[in-house]
């Protein structure tokens, strides 16, 4: 993976980088405003209790391809209501105040934005915590008393842009969609009104060190301290998946719910490829995946763990705990940085693991593929397979795509067959694209058969764009967002329901209200699609050509018209003044 | 001899065929050519924005001199209550002039007055002279009180209010001199105090500073006028906390209570001027650019002045834009210095320690460091709790404040006391000031901005002028000249409204991107397009044209000939 960007995407940088020189310094002789100072007893003092908290963790999990997956979260949640009406907030603490901003002008519910490069393999590598497809992916809900939802999505993405380096600016209507099932709010109330939902992928997106350096930035601790020391770009990168995102949601302020706090989540996860780049030795350390160690918490954290799952390699650690997530019961060895003993007398940590057994994987219940078939420029077939590895449980799953409108798709071709037979799906919900205004937005509930393959096939064709229209480097094709599935997995264990407990953070993103079943969210590849493309010296030569074509017969015309023609004396033929050349050398008499 | 008029037929003919192409190719390809590719240019108001180009500002006060019982012998009472203007003209270049009208009404106080001058203190006078009546924006009343009054301590001879009155202490004039002569005595004196209450020649000039070469300005004015901000709509204040090391200090203060009481009276006095709003940040592990040296004579960390320039800049990054406005963000650091660094103190240009411990940069904001070590001793457990005394903190965040917003420093001349704003942290005759040279600067700002983007597209002929640029530019001239108009009259509130109108219509025409559009359609690929239509076409055309004319030439040369 390299660590630059490609040119041709224009990225909007105007935020990025603030240049200053040196700055002229004045020291004047304030004339100080002079206030009492009230009787300050430093003695007495006790600070308020805090009403924002913050905590980060780690996750390290050894995949079954041999590879390491190292998921890091930090979660900063603040009890302050950033809708209510009337009152600003603008006193921040640990929360960032650029988010809170946004926040607040947009009047925002719930913001989801994920960066990621690279594919998540679900069959090599199972699930990953929080998924995300590859690209760029925007998901907000509104408030309900936002009027014009259309242009604060619209200026929400500037900013957006502004913050994170990226061109999301790029997000516009007709890459928007408003799904109407498939990305309910994670977090507190259940708005069902999907007229303030918008949702956009830009799966052209490329994820660098420019996106995560302003994502570092949001951490109370920047990359000085805590477990964000370990985020090294040139390490970060040289992976062979990196997903960093930036939930924010209300969620209940303590078990009993009576009033909301705002959570921010800052994930980050890597798959290092370790297995193939060691020499076929299984075996990871800190310092072998991020070349640094761990030397403290951050000192803000009220909670600072690193989980590694150890269920393959039972046996060494002391510090064991379980925990349910994602249907599966690992056990993971925990270390907390906020204890002094967890670092030693080097006052460094670095976890190392060598084993040499198979790991085992559980194969995830759910996964998707898609591709396009067809031949030739006019028109193709998208193909998405659905596969169900539950041994005897039927469950429905949420499918969504939304395509750009320079595919046209034939509606009527689209069947849904499960082991030959056709499945009907019980919901379906089209929105026809307009050209130039708005994508293709197809939903529907698909129930799978258990251990089955459902395929589901659509034909198009491709438009032809104007000239202006086509990207840069448009030979290479057009990137087609994934499709995302949704679906209610029955779980094999007993979940965790009970939100009282305190759970790892990562087993705790997305809600789950009863036992027998989890939810899941799965993206498939994206595309890349080939649209007729002309040559674009084309104009230029048109309008060559044409001229040359004019101009030659307006010459032909012009003549015609002004050119006189005279009867001129005829001179003799070529072969008549031959002859007479050789006959006056004869000395004969000319003809 | 038969074919000889056929062919002069035949010529003729040609000649008329290459004649009649060339006209239609003048008459209606030219044109259609023309109107095809013309640029849409909007209508714009070049003559009016012509006469912004040399601009003749005038602006008028209104002063009110009161005598009160006891100045005035009373033959001369009588004479009063008499009106009074005076016009002082400055040519400050070619294109600037200026012209200050001060409308003196000269009355005796009434006896409500004369009892509330007889206050023990100058502060409750003011203030129940206040309760009397309100004097209008931008006025100024300047009450005259005898020698004998015992208001103003020893060597004050002039005391200026928390409001917009200022009393003045003078000897009796005693009989001689009629009215006039009295009348020019008090006169400088009573110029000076409208020059401390509303505006003076200096500060207008700074004001003025976008139209002027460097060198026409006083020193001191033109940094006042460079460290103020620019005039905006809208600011941003941004107070943040550097905590470089939370692991010693666990720092809280408590910024909402300190901005509700001692920064919002300020703000809420200048809402006339703009909107502004105010939001905190704890920033932690932001270090400052440069390392202090330790000093052994005083035990110390210090940072220098030649230093504190590059301060800003690494600190800056992690300040985060603010994503919510694009107004001009003003930001007032706080820092903490970490324990292993503490104390640390700024020392200026000569060395000194500054008592402030603070500095600021014009433009930008403040930077104040807060030492800590001496709120625990050694064996505290860390990391330590502290609470952050915010008044001393308000204290230098609120002057630097005032320097940033340019209400200036004004120095006094000798004699004058000026009262102190007290909580408002404004006086109203600080607002007039500010007001008077935020007018002027908007005025001078909008008028070479509508002047420059006129003679831009005037000299570029390729930009689009869409209607929405014309309406902006007209919408600007008006405000324009209706601000001017309001000085002229001394309505100082509607001058500024009008000026700041002038300024944002100005700068939106200015700034639009729809200018942008075909200013860089470049000449060499328009030939690359029109020479293969054109050349071939127009070759012909010429060349018979010009051989016609040769022939006609030569036809004259002959007849003249042929005549001789």
């Not at chain 1, 997903?243 to 009993?256: G, L, T």
């Not at chain 2, 018979?544 to 036809?555: D, H």
Request: glycine content about 4%.
């Amino acid at each position: 993976m390299s660590s630059f960007k490609p040119g041709g995407i224009a990225y909007s940088a105007q935020n990025c980088a603030v240049m200053r020189t040196a700055n002229p310094i004045t020291i004047v002789s304030l004339s100080l405003v002079n206030f009492d100072y009230s009787n300050e007893d430093r003695k007495a003092f006790t600070p308020p209790p805090p009403n924002d908290q913050f905590q980060e963790e780690m996750v390290i999990r050894p995949l079954y391809s041999g590879d390491i997956y190292a998921s890091f979260q930090f979660r900063t949640q603040w009890d302050t209501d950033f809708l209510h009406d009337g009152k600003k907030v603008s006193h921040y603490r640990l929360f960032p105040k650029s988010l809170g901003q946004v926040l607040s002008k947009f009047s925002v519910r719930e913001l989801h934005i994920s960066f990621t490069q690279g594919y998540w393999r679900t069959m090599q590598w199972g699930q990953p915590f929080i998924p995300s497809p590859p690209g760029a992916e925007l998901w907000v809900w509104f408030h309900h008393t936002v009027t014009d939802v259309d242009g604060n999505w619209k200026e929400l993405t500037n900013v957006l842009s502004g913050i994170f380096c990226a061109s999301l600016n790029f997000i516009d209507s007709t890459n928007t969609v408003e799904p109407s099932a498939s990305f309910k709010p994670l977090g507190l109330g259940n708005a069902t009104d999907h007229r303030f939902l918008r949702y956009a992928t830009l799966p052209r997106e490329i994820v660098c060190t420019e996106n995560l350096t302003p994502w570092k930035k949001l951490l109370p601790c920047g990359s000085k301290a805590g477990l964000a020391v370990l985020m090294k770009s040139e390490k970060l990168f040289h992976s062979s998946f990196h997903s960093q995102a930036v939930h924010i949601r209300p969620v209940c302020k303590d078990w009993q719910c009576t009033s909301t706090a705002w959570e921010l989540r800052q994930t980050l996860n890597v798959v290092f490829d370790l297995y193939t780049s060691g020499q076929g030795k299984k075996e990871w350390s800190l310092f072998k995946m991020f070349s640094r160690t761990l030397t403290e918490a951050c000192p803000l954290a009220s909670s600072s763990k690193i989980y590694v799952d150890v269920t393959d390699n039972p046996g060494v650690n002391p510090l064991i705990s379980t925990a349910v997530v994602l249907g599966d019961r690992r056990t993971y060895s925990v270390y907390d940085l906020t204890k002094k003993e967890t670092f030693g007398q080097l006052r460094s940590l670095n976890l190392l693991l060598r084993w040499k057994g198979e790991n085992d994987m559980l194969r995830p219940p759910l996964h998707a593929e898609r591709y396009v078939s067809g031949f030739g420029l006019q028109k193709g077939e998208i193909h998405t397979c659905l596969y169900n590895s539950h041994p005897y449980r039927a469950y429905p799953v949420l499918l969504l795509d939304s395509l750009p409108w320079y595919l046209r798709l034939y509606v009527h071709t689209l069947t849904v067959t499960s082991k030959t037979r056709e499945n009907k799906p019980s919901y379906i919900h089209y929105q026809p694209s307009k050209d130039r205004l708005r994508p293709h937005l197809l939903e529907m509930l698909v129930q799978l058969p258990p251990h089955s393959v459902t395929e589901v096939t659509v034909q198009f064709e491709r438009a032809l764009l104007k000239w202006t229209e086509y990207t840069p480097d448009p030979n290479h094709g057009f990137y087609i967002g994934s499709s995302v599935i949704s679906a209610l997995v029955p779980s094999i264990v007993a979940m965790d329901t009970n939100s009282t407990r305190d759970r790892p953070l990562f087993s705790s993103f997305f809600p789950t209200k009863e036992e027998s079943s989890y939810f899941m969210r799965v993206y498939t590849e994206p595309l890349l699609v080939n649209l007729p493309t002309p040559d674009f010296s084309m104009p230029y030569n048109v309008i060559c050509l044409t001229c040359t074509v004019v101009a030659v017969g307006y010459g032909s015309f012009y003549n015609l018209l002004t050119r006189t023609f005279q009867v001129d004396e005829p001179s003799a033929p070529l072969a008549k003044r031959l002859a007479n050349i050789i006959r006056r050398l004869r000395g004969v008499p000319l003809l | 001899i038969l074919l000889k008029p056929l062919i002069m037929k035949i010529t003729r003919r040609g000649r008329n065929a290459a004649l009649a192409i060339a006209a239609v190719v003048i008459v209606v390809g030219i044109p259609l050519w023309w109107k095809t590719t013309e640029t849409y240019r909007a209508w714009l108001p070049f003559s009016q924005i012509g006469e912004l180009d040399s601009l003749q500002l005038q602006l008028s006060v209104e002063v009110e001199v009161v005598f009160s019982r006891g100045t005035l012998i009373p033959e001369l009472q009588k004479k009063v209550p008499l009106t009074e203007t005076r016009e002082q003209e400055h040519q400050v270049d070619a294109k600037t002039g200026l012209q200050y009208r001060y409308e003196t009404k000269y009355r005796t106080a009434t006896i409500m007055e004369d009892d509330a001058l007889n206050q023990p203190t100058a502060q409750e006078a003011d203030l129940s002279l206040h309760m009397l009546s309100e004097s209008a924006c931008g006025s100024v009343v300047v009450y005259i009180i005898p020698e004998t009054s015992t208001l103003l301590p020893e060597g004050v001879t002039v005391y200026v209010g928390q409001r917009r009155t200022a009393l003045l202490r003078t000897t009796v004039f005693q009989g001689r001199g009629g009215l006039k002569e009295v009348l020019s005595a008090l006169h400088p004196l009573v110029k000076q105090v409208v020059d401390t209450m509303s505006f003076s020649h200096q500060d207008i000039l700074a004001s003025l500073s976008d139209r002027m070469r460097a060198g026409q300005i006083s020193k001191e004015s033109l940094a006042d006028s460079m460290r103020a901000i620019k005039s905006s709509p809208g600011y941003e204040i941004t107070f943040s906390l550097l905590n470089p090391d939370p692991k010693s200090h666990s720092l809280h203060w408590d910024i909402e209570g300190a901005v509700h009481s001692y920064i919002q009276p300020l703000l809420d006095k200048l809402t006339p001027i703009a909107n502004f709003s105010v939001d905190s940040q704890i920033l932690y592990y932001a270090v400052l650019g440069v390392n202090p040296r330790f000093d052994n004579s005083v035990s110390a960390y210090t940072l220098n002045a030649d230093s504190l320039a590059h301060v800003i800049n690494p600190v800056e990054a992690r300040l985060g834009s603010n994503a919510a406005s694009s107004n001009p963000v003003l930001n007032f650091l706080l820092y903490v210095p970490d324990a292993r660094h503490s104390p640390l103190f700024i020392r200026d240009r000569s060395q000194k320690e500054v008592p402030s411990n603070a500095f600021h940069s014009p433009r930008w904001g403040g930077i104040m460091v807060y030492n800590v070590n001496d709120m625990y001793d050694s064996k505290a457990e860390f990391p330590v709790d502290i609470d952050i005394s915010m008044a001393k903190v308000m204290g230098v965040f609120l002057a630097q404040l005032r320097l940033l917003l340019g209400v200036q420093k004004t120095q006094p001349p000798p004699g004058f006391l000026l009262q102190s704003p007290g909580s408002a942290g404004l006086a109203d005759w600080e607002l007039d000031r500010l007001l008077w040279s935020r007018s002027v600067e908007n005025v001078a700002t909008a008028s070479t901005t509508i002047t420059s983007l006129a003679q831009l597209l005037d000299q570029i002929s390729n930009i689009v002028i869409n209607d929405n640029i014309a309406q902006q530019v007209s919408s600007a001239v008006m405000s324009l000249h209706a601000a001017l108009a309001e000085l002229e009259v001394g309505d100082l509130a509607l001058a500024l409204q009008y000026s700041q109108e002038a300024i944002l219509a100005s700068e939106k025409a200015f700034f639009d991107p729809s200018l942008l559009h075909l200013l860089y359609f470049p000449d060499d690929q328009k030939f690359a397009i029109y020479i293969p239509l054109f050349l071939p076409m127009c070759v012909p055309i010429v060349l018979s044209l010009l051989k016609i004319g040769n022939e006609v030439r030569q036809r004259r040369a002959d007849k003249l000939a042929k005549r001789d």
